[in-house]
């Protein structure tokens, strides 16, 4: 059956109309997510609240007080093509072009792909990025983490910007989608990670989400706490290696088993963190 | 002939269709609109397997804009069809067999009146346990699919004594093989447009790898003449065997009989993934002996193949794979039992290799197993058994000698140790290790003994001075329609300029089989050097007239005859369709592709073979078992290159689709549904996928009377064992199934103590190790 396309003009338009439908609706940005839903034979929401038209909302991301603003409309494709991206959010731009094909990502939004929970939100994750949201008359600001916790209770909540910090240089930063093939490629695993350490090779922060794939995207803070602080030791290796495949939450599918997952994500963040702190 | 020496030969010519395609301007006939025409669609079953307990349309009847909804009750002639055996309902009466069968078919004015219809049509089922694994259904206790169970067919070949075979052998090696579901992905999904014409005739625009085979099988469907029911079927978007059986064809037919109207049908791809047929999965046991010097002396092989469904042609491809269960080597000990069983997982049919792959696989496994256990290299086993110029075939029967086994060996030894002495230790990093692997591999063509292998052709003059060629199989994407004036200019003399091909429509071609089996090209060559003497006869004596010179004075030539000795044109084509008024030279002829003049051989023995030889290279990321083929090489030995363009678009792209096959490509299923229901989940190698591919054209020194061998499909068949022996290579797992799943790959790692414990870089690790004490110890300090 053919959508229904409501076009609103403002945020508050936008909610209000989703209030009133609710369930059989949901907002529609660049809707790539949505089509492959409906072709895989799921069912999809019939209502679609198109974003085009909403004023005030740029269409590519814009440096303001070293933070990105990533707005709903604003496709993957424009990350990409960011000089201001490229120079100091390197990491964001290579996390982008995990995300479908080329023309894939001229469609696909950045907010989009937050909401569906795709391969972008492991990095954002990590990176400490915020958001914020139209939702019962005014704005919201959250972490992404936070969102993710509570998003099932504001599901008319409209998420109209992405916040995302500067890269930092002395941040070592690891993002790996592993899949299939080697593109265009639902996740098995999504993963991205973060490490900081002073001079004498003391752990300050690390970082570790998972993602991807149907996953719930989320932090490991068990493992991160297992380190911080730390100096790298063999056994604290092995630690890290077992804790982070105890920590993960995932799941078995047609194509790979739980352990698989686990098995990998361990290989993958522990391979960065010797390999970060050797060099 | 490397792709460099093959570019540079003046056959190289960009195809007809090539440019449009390039550009995706094709009108492919799934993309033709009629003024007024109907939307068609069907109804498939819900269940796997079920009884029908009922069926009411009287809903979907009453829906504004739907004018037809139609049940076996409308079927006309015979409610079944298959190429071979006549088993597949067009629509189910009681019972549905898998999730691809239809109970209805809708025409209606807009795709929302036909959504609608098809969700008001009731049925309701009674479902039955599903019989999803074929040794399970091979059971006495099993379901029974069919009145005649569910063993679809059975074909066994032995030679010799195994038993005394293992006695004598030093070393036995056995295993089981796992081959996929492979979709064919074919870029058009199934459809076309069928007008039903003033004079009460049918115009069926729909894509098929043989027009006629169609008609034929509509028409007894409809209960009607043939001759009623024209066919249009090219061009074709891909069909790699998967669009060789009818698949909507019967319900534009009989949608558009009942209605009086144009009605058009087009899958979506979820539709296309329900219904289409697949690559058989074949589970095939293994047992291989030698000598301590490599010599084979016993081969063991059971084959079972999940056939689906519905016979299509599973007998004709479980034939295929027990013909090449033993390859090119010559083994005196052989027993090979296969089965082709009955389950409701889809309809398994013909796809390109044609069981060969499958046996391949397993076959090429044997070896590279064999040659460990004897700590030989896997090149010079291969050596010990091959077969010589003029062996007999696999089934023992005579086929057309060739040296071709020995040419693509030397292809293999020469590669696989360039590309070795390339791998440096990588430094790029410790996590990823690269191996290098071969097979080869031996290949009929054509539809072997007893088959209708039929074939022929028409040449004529038109009425422009254009040398017509009509064949009636078909182009699928294969590049035969720029094969054609090719051979026409070597065969005729004539230029390429002045042939015109026309293929795909039964009211304009004659019968020439199907486009199957490699045969297309082959079968071109044959038919062509048949008319030749009467085509040359009937020209010279219109251009003598009109020369007013002997007839043997003359000969053709590129855009004319021309005189015998002084090569000077003397009559053009358009001058002789001038002369010839309406009576313009026309020669027809029909003929059979080459079989074993063996008779009392196997039915489907083939007599022409082709061989291909492979060497993969692929890199293992150690930390996940991700397995990039980083070169795939192939050297074909398939008579001479007709159009070399086209020979190294075949060797590529079914090399692509052998990559598929070993690593990514599987139309899960559990209990009779498909997991993987769309190109989403169900993947294809993209451009990322594609490695550094070489080819090398292997031409023979002396040309038979054979011509060339076709070579659609031998760039598929060895290329999944070749990069499961390099897989094997970087990580020493052997791979028993495909595609490789990178968890099993892990898991097998990791049982081999390959752990990234004993990957972190060896200096490295070291340099970290005391690295960390050293720190530790600074620290306690």
Known sequence: MEPRVWLPTSLAEAWACKRTLGDSACYVAGSTWLQLRAASGDTVPSEWICVDEIADERDVPVEVDSTLHVGLRVTLAEVIRSSAVRRHWPHLHQVCRFVGAPALR????????????????????????????????????????????????????????????????????????????????????TIAASLENDDSGVIDDLRVAVGGGVHWPHRLPQVEALVRGERLRPSLLRELHRMIQSEMRTYDDAFATAEYRRVVVANLVTAFVASALEG | MDRDQLRSLPTWIPRPDGWEKARGR???????????????????????????????????????????????????????YGIVIQDQPVFCEDRVRYVGDVIAAVAADSHSSLEQALAAIQVVYEPLPVVSQPEEALRRTSVKLHPTGNLL???????????????????????????????????????????????GSLTLYAPTQHGYGDRAQLARILGWPEERIRIVSSPIGGSFGGKDELNVQPYLALLALSTGMPVKIHQSRAESVRSGLKRHPMRIWMRTGASRDGRILAHDVRIVADTGAYATLGPAVLDFAVEHATGPYVIDHVRVRGYSVHTNCGVAGEFRGFGGNQVTFALEGQMDRLADALGMDPLEVRRRNFRATSDRGPLGQTIA???????????????????????????????????????????????????????GGRVRLTRHGKIELAFGFEECGQGVIAAIPLLAAEVLDCAVEDVEVVLGDTSRVPRSGSSTASRATGMVWHTLKRIRPDWESKMLSIAARVAERRESDLRLGPGGVHERNAGRLVASYSDIAAAAGDDLPEVEIASHFPVTPDTWAQDGAHYLYSFAGVVAEVD??????????????????????????????????????????????????????????????????????????????????????????????????????????????????????????????????????????????????????????????????
């Open chain 1, 106 to 189: 001229e469609q696909a939004t950045v907010v989009g792909n937050l909401v569906a929970q795709g391969d972008l939100v492991p990095y954002l994750l990590v990176s400490g990025a915020s958001l914020l949201s139209w939702n019962e008359g005014a704005i919201e600001e959250k972490s992404v983490s936070e969102w993710l916790t509570f998003r099932g209770a504001t599901s008319d909540a409209l998420v109209s910007r992405v916040k995302i910090p500067k890269e930092l240089e002395h941040v070592r930063f690891f993002m790996r989608k592993v899949g299939r093939r080697a593109g265009f490629q639902p996740a098995l695993v």
């Open chain 2, 620 to 781: 293992v990321d150690l930390l996940t078992a991700e397995v990039r083929v980083t070169g795939l090489h192939q050297g074909v030995w398939a008579g001479r290159v007709v159009n070399p363009m086209g020979y190294v678009g075949q060797i590529e792209g079914g090399g692509v689709m052998g990559l598929g096959f070993a690593l990514m490509e599987d139309a899960l299923m559990e209990e009779g549904r498909y997991v993987t229901r769309n190109l989403d989940t169900y993947l294809i190698p993209t451009a990322l996928d594609v490695p550094e591919m070489e080819l090398d054209a292997i031409i023979p020194k002396m040309e038979d009377d054979h011509g060339p061998r076709g070579v659609g499909e031998i760039g598929t068949v060895a290329v999944a064992p070749a990069i499961a022996a390099a897989i094997h290579d970087a990580t020493g797992v052997w791979i028993t199934a495909l595609p490789v799943r990178q968890d099993v790959l892990l898991a097998e790692m990791a049982k081999r103590g390959e752990t990234l414990w004993r990957w972190m870089p060896s200096d490295a690790s070291k340099e970290w190790t005391s690295w960390g004490r050293e720190r530790i110890a600074s620290s306690s300090s």
């Open chain 2, 401 to 455: 000698p060739t040296e071709g086994a020995d040419e693509v060996l030397a292809f293999v030894e020469r590669k696989r140790a360039e590309v070795q002495s390339r791998h440096a230790p990588s430094s790029a990093s410790a996590y990823h290790r690269r191996g290098v692997g071969i097979a080869v591999t031996m290949h009929g063509g054509g539809l072997g003994l007893r088959r209708p292998d039929h074939t």
């Open chain 2, 153 to 199: 067919h059975r074909r066994t070949f032995s030679r010799g004594d195994v038993k005394q075979g293992f006695a004598a052998s030093a070393v036995v090696v056995e295993a089981v093989y796992e081959t996929p579901r492979q979709m064919h992905t074919y870029m058009e999904t199934e459809g076309g447009l069928c007008i039903p014409e003033p004079d």
């Open chain 2, 26 to 80: 094709m009108r492919y006939l799934t993309d033709l609109h009629h003024p007024g025409m109907l939307i068609g669609g069907v109804l498939r079953s819900d269940y796997p397997h079920a009884r029908i307990r009922h069926i009411d349309t009287s809903r979907a009847l009453q829906i504004p804009g739907v004018r037809a909804v139609l049940t076996w009750r409308d079927v006309p002639g015979l409610n079944r």
